[in-house]
């Protein structure tokens, strides 16, 4: 009778136990699902997407941007930036000049559609927002 009585007190306390667990897990998926939010590459490959439609589904464009990077094998947002895209647009490679017959434009800010034209010969293609421009090589 005594042996009786303990295991019921044992499976008592292990199935409140479980209860409890099973509780905390389900408020755990729920506060989980209700706060993700997205990390910033995801971010910003997102910048991507529409221009994706106007490449070539392989090959090699060229990369241009308002920053200035001496060298991209070196630590700096502009190299971060240059690289993202890279990744963003894989798997087209992205080539950090504008000697191609497409070419991405990755900007900060505004960009002076003449002077693209006149001084590295870049005809608008699209401007697709959020800094991103497609242009192509004039010629």
């Known amino acids: 009778m005594e042996k009786t009585k303990t295991s019921m007190a044992i499976a008592a306390i292990i199935f ?3 209860l409890s667990i099973i509780g905390v897990f389900k408020d755990t998926i729920s506060n989980y ?3 993700h939010i997205p990390d910033d590459i995801t971010l910003y490959e997102s910048r991507f997407n529409a221009v994706k439609t106007y490449l070539p589904k392989q090959g090699v464009i060229g990369y241009i941007s308002d920053r200035k990077a001496e060298d991209i094998r070196f630590a700096g947002v502009e190299t ?3 690289y993202l895209s890279q ?3 894989a798997p087209v490679v992205v080539d950090y000049n504008v000697n191609h ?4 434009g990755n ?3 505004s960009f ?3 002077q693209m034209q006149a001084s590295k010969g870049l005809l608008l293609i ?10 192509k090589k004039a010629g």
Request: proline share 3%.
């Open 33 to 35: 699902s209700k706060c």
């Open 101 to 104: 017959p497409f070419v991405l």
């Open 87 to 89: 990744y963003a647009l």
């Open 80 to 82: 971060a930036r240059y």
């Open 16 to 18: 409140v136990s479980l």
């Open 112 to 114: 002076d559609r003449a």
């Open 126 to 135: 699209k401007d697709f927002g959020n800094g991103v421009v497609l242009f």
């Open 107 to 109: 900007f900060t800010g």
